[in-house]
């Protein structure tokens, strides 16, 4: 028997089944009009209906049936017996909208379009090539560009790659893609036949990839060298040659420029030899630079405070990042998902050892006594990025007042202890959290972020000159607080904190993690007492400071383990001390 799946297919070439008999066609409502979705039908032959047997059944399905016995009579019409429940009848009303669009366009019409928008972006994409020669990106699929209009669909998917051979990973180009308002799918688009076929996996390679943690809709886009799924562009009746000319801008703006000298750097600096410890303090220099200021956050995603001094402790700041909001249901409250987060703000005195927050949607302003008595009796665990954490939560009319500032019910928690492990590869090249065990609190990837103004105002002329171009209005401005970090520095050449392996502050070690991947929190602002978001400053970071998929900005730091001067629980930092560099 045969099943066709139309549910793209029949937005601009419906099958004709006069050709190609068929006992069953699946169509996507959702995929014919771009609305509603979750709405489709599936077409049955009359003879083979009698051949599809269901055992559940509810209502609006049944002719009769007995509560405390196994009796059943089901409706005769196949379409009463399989539409169980309330069907979803305004949807349906809608959908002769849609049908009253293709009348007036026709079906040859809309072929010939979307099959012409379909054929000028392949040939776009196979002219591409990077300055080597190489080619830039791989189609899939068994359609040719010569053939009728009839052979192929309207739909191109493909990858891409760098000079080099290697893969751009598919979630990597749909996070830019989303900077430049493009909608793309990627990944295996539900059919994992298709993927493992064009993709060349074999059942090792999926048993593997899955072994190594990789799940549908993760970031796991390239492993072992290989794609784990691709990029897909989708044209319908209202597609236009503008849309495909700005794919096609995009993927060359973004994907064939020359590497930016930050990369050749950074490239050059992660295959140069570790440097030892060893002697750390002899070899560093003078310093331009300074602490400018030092914040702490206290709570997850929520606003920080601004100190001229501040103690240190095993996890970093003393507090930082020690508290955060969960969901009833578990789920760890950010910014990303509730914004409103963003608007609470902390302040913690040391001599009263009180944190206190306020919220604009709360009238009072809420003191929590660091030795407080209001936990709730006992210690919780929980998972956060594969790590454990125990914790203590507190009473209802704490939790209250936080569910009011975020507008849904959430609860406090704080970290009594954690065993957070940092271990990435074994070389100490530049990175990401190389080879180290620290201790954190819920802080995301390390102990302290550290920014320096100058990249920052290399970063505002970048915008400025950027928006002069475009004749888009005034440039944005760009706080370094807009990324969040513990540290900010002063002096110095822009970027030069890239190159860094240890520095010393005031009379503190530490080490270079390397680079923050930087991702849309940045894009967060408050303006009026609102946050509000756009695509600047991480579109234009991503033109000149995005290395191997991820967008580095500022680094991250910790205690130096390996040095003779170990962390004095009693240290503290304050504002204006020098910061000494060693970027051997």
């Keep these: 028997m045969v099943l066709i799946d139309a549910a793209k297919g029949f937005a601009a070439q419906p099958p004709d089944l006069s050709l190609y008999p068929a006992d069953f066609v699946v169509i996507s409502f959702y995929k014919l009009f771009g609305y509603p979705t979750g709405l489709g039908a599936l077409i049955i032959r009359n003879d083979a209906a009698k051949l599809l047997k269901k055992t559940y059944f509810s209502g609006g399905t049944v002719a009769a049936s007995i509560a405390d016995i196994d009796f059943v009579r089901r409706r005769e019409a196949v379409e009463e017996q399989f539409e169980d429940g309330t069907i979803s009848f305004l949807s349906i009303a809608s959908i002769r909208h849609g049908f009253k669009i293709f009348n007036t366009l026709t079906t040859s019409a809309m072929c010939w379009h979307t099959m012409s928008l379909t054929k000028f972006l392949k040939r ?74 064009y993709l060349g996996l074999s059942h090792s390679d999926l048993l593997s990839n899955l072994e190594a943690g990789h799940v549908c809709w993760d970031d796991n886009d390239v492993i072992n060298g290989k794609p784990t799924g691709a990029v897909r562009v989708s044209f319908g009746y209202m597609s236009t040659y503008e849309d495909a000319k700005k794919f096609i801008d995009f993927i060359r703006s973004s994907f064939i420029s020359m590497p930016s000298e ?173 080879d180290v065990n620290s201790k954190v609190n819920f802080a995301n990837e390390a102990q302290f972020l550290l920014i320096s103004e100058e990249s920052v105002s290399d970063l505002n002329n970048r915008l ?63 303006q009026t007492g609102q946050v509000k978001k756009t695509n600047e400053p991480l579109a234009t970071l991503a033109s000149y400071r995005r290395i191997k998929g991820k967008i580095l900005f500022g680094i991250l730091l910790r205690y130096d383990p390996g040095n003779k001067a170990r962390l004095d629980t009693n240290s503290w930092l304050k504002v204006g001390d020098e910061v000494h560099p060693n970027s051997e």
């Design 464 to 526: 400025c000159s950027k928006t002069q171009k475009l004749s888009c209005g005034a440039p944005p401005n760009v706080n370094p607080m807009r990324f969040r970090p513990n540290l900010v520095i002063s002096g110095g050449e822009p970027y030069a904190e890239d190159g860094w392996r240890n520095l010393r502050i005031g009379n503190t070690y530490f080490s270079s993690l390397g680079g923050c991947n930087r991702c849309q929190m940045i894009n967060f602002y408050q």
């Design 262 to 434: 930050f990369e050749k750097r950074y490239l050059l600096r992660s295959k140069s030899i570790p440097c030892p410890t060893e002697g750390f303090e002899d070899r560093l220099s003078s310093s331009a630079c300074h602490l400018k200021s030092i914040t702490i956050y206290p709570i997850k995603s929520c606003a920080g405070f601004i100190v001229n001094s501040w103690p240190l402790s095993d996890t970093g700041l003393q507090y930082d990042r020690e508290w955060l909001l969960k969901s009833l249901t578990g789920e760890i409250l950010t910014q990303k998902k509730v914004p409103e987060m963003f608007l609470i703000k902390t302040f913690i005195n040391l001599n009263q050892q009180i944190l206190s927050v306020e919220s604009p949607h709360c009238k009072r302003k809420l003191q929590i006594k660091l030795d407080s008595n209001s936990y709730l009796p006992g210690k919780e665990e929980f998972y956060l990025q594969s790590q454990r954490y125990e914790v203590q939560c507190y009473e209802n009319e704490i939790n209250q007042w936080f569910s009011d500032a975020v507008g849904q019910p959430c609860t406090l928690v704080r970290c009594c202890q954690s065993e957070y492990c940092f271990s990435l590869n074994k070389n100490r090249s530049m990175g990401m959290c190389r």
């Design 124 to 197: 776009k994409l196979l002219a591409l090539r990077h300055e080597n020669g190489e080619s830039v990106c791989t189609l899939y699929g068994n359609c040719p560009l010569k053939v009728s209009r009839h052979d192929c669909g309207s739909i191109v998917s493909f990858n891409l790659k760098r000079p080099d051979g290697s893969w751009f990973g598919h979630r990597e180009v749909e996070k830019l893609a989303s900077l430049y308002g493009i909608q793309l799918r990627t990944g295996c688009f539900c059919n994992p036949g298709a993927c493992a076929k």
